[in-house]
């Protein structure tokens, strides 16, 4: 069954439409800007303001330079779905590459950032809407059932995570649609409003001391004898310092990174209001899912139990919200037949950045600080990211990291352009209808 309603949506996140978002957080007027900071931060999502936290409140002078308005790229764009991403890991071919122990140590720090990300909302009392309401992940083929219960119980070997097994026979307790057969639940895992969230974050920095400078493309950096000259549009400053937060917004200024980085554009749609009862024929428990498909679709009710917010791939060059707000609304009208008569109020997309090994990276590259390369599952890695690659800028040893220890590598001929990808996604999209 189709979309009935190509519908008039509104082209900008749910988030910031969302009633109860307030952007209070003070930016840096351009002729307040700082000409010599400790550390200039070059990128304005949850990894930079982070970082700027972090530094910020062990004494630094610290100014994070973004490109757009604060928090515009997927920070305040993504599904706000919150676990530890293990799925994302890629266990088997990670452990062939660099060895079992590495990998475990990696998969324990996964829960530890989620684990802090939590508590750090909690005690810094940030309103965005924080529900552990657990996750389904949904077997999206009767042969990939086995595989979601044997990827839980070696996650189980490794880590204290608990799972659910739902068998096809019970799923309906936990969704309200026949695609999937069978899945498993994660009960501790979370949602949040990410716009919120980063308006909290950005507060906090504003409050520490930090430099917040919005509109300031960073265009150049150069090494000097004794630190950075950053050149941004309209000016330029000085840093002992400088950390590169740009993760799928990576642009050729920063070629060594954009080369390491694939940049996926990730699409969302959020329905119109609806009935109490629809949402939770859906979602009977209000809870995150996913499926197990390779093109991955993920969604989840709004904080206050209004909408469905639905995500996935996105098609073509560039935002084109007529492309993947219909792809995106067949493939949910596909799962759940009841939002067949279901208007779309709001479509937007922004750039996620994988990596060639599956794994977030963070170090020190060309002199320069970075952490990036969250592979979709940004939201809990980018703050933990954020906050150790401070630590490491401070030389404390709390910033040492599981993922120091695996290389950041790009590929012989690859300069950051993913020409592969739609052959990628037409080889998945043909996988996942055979249920490979
Ligand atoms: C549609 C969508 C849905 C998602 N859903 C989820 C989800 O449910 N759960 C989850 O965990 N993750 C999700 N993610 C991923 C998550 O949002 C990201 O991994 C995370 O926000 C990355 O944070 P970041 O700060 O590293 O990068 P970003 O928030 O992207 O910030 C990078 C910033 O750098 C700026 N920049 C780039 N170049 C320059 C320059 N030269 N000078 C100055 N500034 C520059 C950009 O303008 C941008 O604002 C989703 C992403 C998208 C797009």
Redesign the pocket.
């Given at each position: 069954m189709l979309a009935k309603h190509l519908s008039t949506y509104t082209n900008m996140p749910f988030w910031l439409a969302d009633t109860s978002y307030d952007r209070t957080f003070q930016t840096t007027p351009r002729y307040q800007m700082p000409t010599k900071v400790d550390i200039c931060i070059?990128?304005?999502?949850?990894?930079?303001?982070s970082a700027a936290i972090t530094l910020a409140r062990a004494g630094m002078k610290v100014a994070v330079?973004?490109?757009?308005r604060m928090?515009?790229?997927?920070?305040?764009?993504?599904?706000?779905?919150?676990g530890p991403?293990f799925s994302k890991l890629g266990v088997d071919g990670l452990e062939r590459q660099y060895g079992r122990e590495n990998v475990h140590t990696s998969i324990r720090e996964s829960l530890t950032a989620f684990n802090w990300l939590v508590d750090f909302i909690r005690e810094e009392k940030i309103d965005c809407d924080l529900n552990l309401c657990g996750r389904f992940r949904g077997a999206s083929h009767p042969s990939h059932y086995a595989g979601l219960i044997q990827q839980a119980e070696e996650l189980s070997k490794v880590v204290d995570f608990p799972a659910i097994e739902v068998p096809k026979s019970r799923q309906h307790e936990e969704v309200g649609s026949n695609a999937y057969h069978g899945g498993v639940v994660y009960p501790t895992d979370g949602a949040l409003q990410?716009a919120k969230l980063y308006a909290g974050l950005a507060q906090i920095a504003v409050s520490e001391g930090a430099y917040l400078c919005e509109h300031?493309?960073?265009?150049n950096v150069d090494k000097q004898v004794s630190g950075f000259n950053v050149v941004?549009d309209g000016g330029q400053l000085q840093a002992d310092q400088v950390i590169i937060?740009?993760?799928?917004?990576?642009?050729g200024?920063?070629s060594e990174f954009k080369r390491r980085l694939i940049p996926i554009?990730?699409?969302?749609i959020a329905t119109e209001e609806l009935p109490e009862s629809v949402v939770q024929s859906v979602s009977p428990k209000l809870r995150a899912h996913g499926g197990t498909e390779r093109l991955v679709a993920?969604y989840r009710p709004s904080p206050d139990g209004k909408r469905i917010l639905f995500?996935g791939r996105a098609f073509g060059r560039g935002d084109q919200p007529q492309l993947y707000s219909k792809y995106l609304q067949d493939f949910m009208i596909r799962t759940f037949p009841q939002l067949s008569e279901t208007k779309i109020d709001y479509a937007?997309?922004?750039?996620?950045?994988y990596t060639f090994d599956h794994v977030p990276h963070i170090g020190k590259l060309d002199n320069l600080h970075y952490?990036?390369g969250?592979c979709?599952?940004?939201?809990?890695?980018?703050n933990y990211f954020?906050r150790k690659i401070a630590q490491q800028v401070l030389q404390l040893a709390e910033g040492k990291t599981a993922f120091d220890e695996f290389p950041f590598k790009g590929r012989p001929l690859y300069y950051g352009t993913p020409w592969f990808l739609p052959a990628i996604m037409k080889w998945h999209d043909f996988a996942d209808r055979q249920g490979w």
């Open positions: 070059v990128g304005g999502g949850f990894t930079g303001m330079l973004e490109a757009g928090g515009e790229g997927a920070s305040s764009r993504n599904g706000g779905l919150l991403s990410p300031t493309k960073v265009r941004y937060a740009t993760n799928g917004y990576t642009d200024q920063f554009r990730s699409a969302m993920y995500g937007w997309s922004g750039l996620i950045a952490a990036m969250y979709g599952s940004g939201v809990g890695r980018a954020g």
